[in-house]
């Protein structure tokens, strides 16, 4: 459980892998970048200063998109398509997992990845199932899915769809590179560590899988951004009624 200060391994994985920390020998640094601690505890609260809903404001412009509980819907699947590629490509490359408290994982909601977060410090913690699931699933997908439902009345299924998404879309691209690369031990020990956060009861019920593919239960809502469609492991095979009544997800 060896974890270098610029977690370099990660790199060739391509930038949703990708983490920077505050040892690392390029970029600016995070200088006074908001942590997710204050980030998960100012949703409600702080209005357009909180990095959360600027972010989800950042995702209206870009998409031009004018249902804010859409635009919190991708801004979250993303989030945790980072979180979860993170920690899991650190988990089988390295065998163990930085601490990613979000007390020490700043986020630049207007950059793009790579360069959106910063882990302040690096503290090697187990590479297991119950660890990942402790920093990535209770530390900030749990608070961040409670803050979202409250204050934009995103679904709570339709967010831990998007985190069992993100999960499978991490896992399968790891699966792709390590055995492009020749790593076949790897990619077992990420196919089982995989198995073995898909049995958590608030991720098994978000869908089917079947090897490294995967069918969700729900829908992100994509289909709701202008010259969207359904996403390759949604629930519906064509976009739905778009009206305001057929949007739950």
């Known amino acids: 459980m060896d974890l270098d200060?610029?977690?370099?391994?990660?790199?060739?994985?391509?930038?949703?892998?990708?983490?920077?920390?505050?040892?690392?020998?390029?970029?600016?640094?995070?200088?006074?970048?908001?942590?997710?601690?204050?980030?998960?505890?100012?949703?409600?609260?702080?209005?357009?200063?909180?990095?959360?809903?600027?972010?989800?404001?950042?995702?209206?412009?870009?998409?031009?998109?004018?249902?804010?509980?859409?635009?919190?819907?991708?801004?979250?699947?993303?989030?945790?398509?980072?979180?979860?590629?993170?920690?899991?490509?650190?988990?089988?490359?390295?065998?163990?997992?930085?601490?990613?408290?979000?007390?020490?994982?700043?986020?630049?909601?207007?950059?793009?990845?790579?360069?959106?977060?910063?882990?302040?410090?690096?503290r090697p913690l187990p590479g297991d199932a119950a660890t990942l699931l402790d920093t990535v699933l209770h530390a900030h997908l749990q608070p961040l899915g409670e803050a979202l439902t409250s204050r934009y009345?995103?679904?709570?299924?339709?967010?831990?769809?998007?985190?069992?998404?993100?999960?499978a879309a991490a896992a399968r691209e790891l699966d792709r590179w390590v055995r492009a690369n020749g790593r076949t031990d790897a990619a077992e020990r990420a196919a089982a560590l995989t198995d073995d956060l898909f049995a958590h009861p608030l991720l098994r019920a978000t869908g089917t899988r079947a090897g490294t593919a995967f069918r969700r239960r729900s829908c992100c809502l994509y289909y709701r951004v202008p010259g969207g469609g359904v996403c390759g492991d949604c629930c519906f095979t064509r976009p739905p009624d778009s009206s305001p009544r057929a949007a739950s997800g």
């Open 5 to 122: 200060p610029d977690l370099a391994a990660l790199r060739p994985l391509g930038g949703f892998f990708a983490l920077r920390t505050a040892g690392a020998s390029a970029g600016p640094g995070p200088g006074a970048l908001p942590n997710f601690a204050e980030t998960y505890q100012t949703i409600s609260s702080d209005g357009d200063g909180n990095a959360m809903t600027f972010r989800v404001a950042v995702v209206a412009d870009r998409l031009r998109v004018a249902e804010p509980r859409v635009c919190a819907s991708l801004a979250q699947q993303a989030l945790a398509a980072r979180l979860w590629s993170v920690a899991l490509g650190c988990a089988v490359l390295y065998g163990g997992v930085p601490d990613l408290d979000p007390r020490l994982l700043r986020w630049d909601a207007s950059a793009t990845v790579p360069d959106d977060l910063w882990l302040t410090e690096v």
């Open 153 to 167: 009345g995103v679904a709570s299924g339709l967010l831990w769809g998007n985190a069992g998404s993100a999960l």
